[in-house]
């Protein structure tokens, strides 16, 4: 199938509303526009008939998406997350089906489990013995439009979807309370973080580096978004180094991509070392063969659990219930989304440090004791950070301990309503399939959501 006629199929009716159910529905967040889900699904036949029309008509425009700033710590600019609307949102998640279909064969994107693992086989081979780890500063507001845009010419000559992305990415990011004159401003460079075609496309304008590197046999080369990794040996290394770093007349340092188009060094976080002194990737500790997870992540995942205790103890523990599941969900994680992994258990499924995990396990029946809860909770309620590792390193595709909210049926949506959240039985009796289904994603997503923020800033 050409590029034209996949993308004349995937902006249909009936594979747009399939396409938001099974992917955008349950991550679908209000925009500028403030349209939360519900008023989108009341007029969901003409917002997807309004995707489809205009998207094949080549007259599709972007709303202006809604900023939302995270903090990266005292000193540091926040990171700026672009937020669409939820049609915007539908249609870049089926544009990203797209432009990953065409583009699969020519792109390193690997997740961070696959990098670790990778990395971990190369040490443990004892194949290297130094490391280079390089940051691109300000990495997605920095790519070049007409750069980016050339390669995805280079693919494909389906204008529509050219003119898609360009417009796309060139749709301002503004806050949310900005001036209506604010947001007809054009973002002339870089690409906005956050949307569902970022990562994507900042593989894209780094395939041809990322294939280079790849390809190499005298060192190893790994990259996750800003975030490259070499492992090399010590008598190589400045040469090597030579490869990937640029200075210019000023002495400032780019990433050696092409003449006319640098991504500047972060020169703060360059690190050069021994593989055994330990070094940080990822959100992992990594020292020799030994793999953790470095302190900053701990606390975070600790701090999370203990903020479960204490919400529920200003009521008394009233809903032990719902106690449990949003503590075991937090251990576990889960699945969802078409079997997409979600949890802090899952990002580190690569440590071998188990003494952490049983640390993990002592602090929970520390919290269960200094909360009193020993009478309320059978101890073979709570799960285990122990078991976790086990089941998604051994038995991941047989496991029953981890929730598969995908295998989740009509009747166990509302046991869980009835018994987790504690709504009247009579009132989701009442519920027809699609208020249940609405109610259900409802309840369980922000607890859903919080699982990434143990571990949202790796860099």
Not at 296 to 306: F, G, T, V, W
Request: hydrophobic share 35%; aromatic share 12%.
């Amino acid at each position: 199938m050409s590029t034209s006629e996949e993308f004349k199929e995937k902006f249909k009716y009936k594979n747009l509303k399939d396409h938001y159910f099974e992917k955008v529905r349950s991550k679908a967040n209000p925009g500028l526009d403030k349209i939360t889900r519900r008023v989108f699904e009341r007029n969901l036949v003409e917002n997807i008939k309004i995707i489809s029309r205009k998207v094949v008509n080549g007259n599709y425009k972007f709303t202006p998406y809604k900023q939302k700033l995270f903090s990266k710590g005292r000193g540091k600019p926040p990171r700026v997350i672009s937020i669409p609307t939820i049609r915007d949102k539908l249609t870049l998640s089926v544009l990203k089906e797209i432009i990953h279909n065409q583009f699969s064969d020519d792109l390193y994107h690997f997740i961070v489990q696959t990098i670790i693992d990778e990395i971990k086989n190369t040490i443990e081979n004892e194949k290297f013995n130094y490391y280079i780890k390089i940051d691109i500063s300000n990495f997605f507001g920095s790519l070049n439009h007409d750069f980016l845009l050339e390669k995805i010419k280079n693919k494909t000559r389906n204008q529509k979807m050219i003119d898609l992305i360009r417009n796309a990415i060139i749709t301002p990011t503004v806050p949310e309370n900005s001036l209506t004159q604010n947001r007809k401003t054009k973002n002339d460079k870089g690409v906005p973080q956050g949307l569902p075609i970022s990562n994507i496309l900042s593989s894209i304008y780094l395939m041809d580096f990322d294939n280079k590197h790849l390809n190499s046999n005298e060192y190893d080369y790994y990259r996750f978004v800003d975030d490259i990794l070499i492992l090399c040996n010590k008598e190589e290394f400045e040469s090597i180094e030579n490869k990937f770093i640029k200075k210019s007349k000023n002495d400032m340092k780019f990433l050696n991509i092409d003449d006319n188009n640098h991504l500047k060094i972060n020169e703060e976080k360059k690190e050069i070392g021994k593989i055994k002194e330990g070094f940080i990737y990822l959100g992992y500790q990594i020292a020799g063969k030994d793999f953790s997870v470095r302190d900053k992540s701990r606390y975070n995942l600790e701090h999370s659990i203990e903020d479960i205790f204490v919400k529920h103890s200003r009521s008394g523990f009233q809903n032990i219930d719902l106690f449990l599941w949003e503590l075991n969900l937090r251990i576990t994680g889960c699945f969802i989304d078409e079997n997409d992994k979600y949890g802090w258990m899952f990002f580190f499924s690569q440590m071998n440090d188990k003494t952490l995990l049983f640390e993990l396990d002592w602090l929970v029946q520390k919290f269960i004791d200094r909360f009193d809860l020993r009478d309320k909770i059978d101890e073979d309620e709570v799960k285990r950070f122990v078991r976790t590792y086990h089941e998604i390193n051994y038995n991941l595709h047989e496991t029953n301990y981890i929730p598969d909210f995908d295998e989740y049926d009509e009747n166990d949506k509302r046991n869980f309503l009835i018994n987790v959240i504690d709504i009247d039985k009579e009132k989701i009796n009442k519920m027809d399939e699609d208020e249940l289904e609405l109610n259900f994603f409802r309840n369980i997503y922000p607890s859903i959501k919080k699982l990434e923020k143990d571990f949202q800033d790796i860099s």
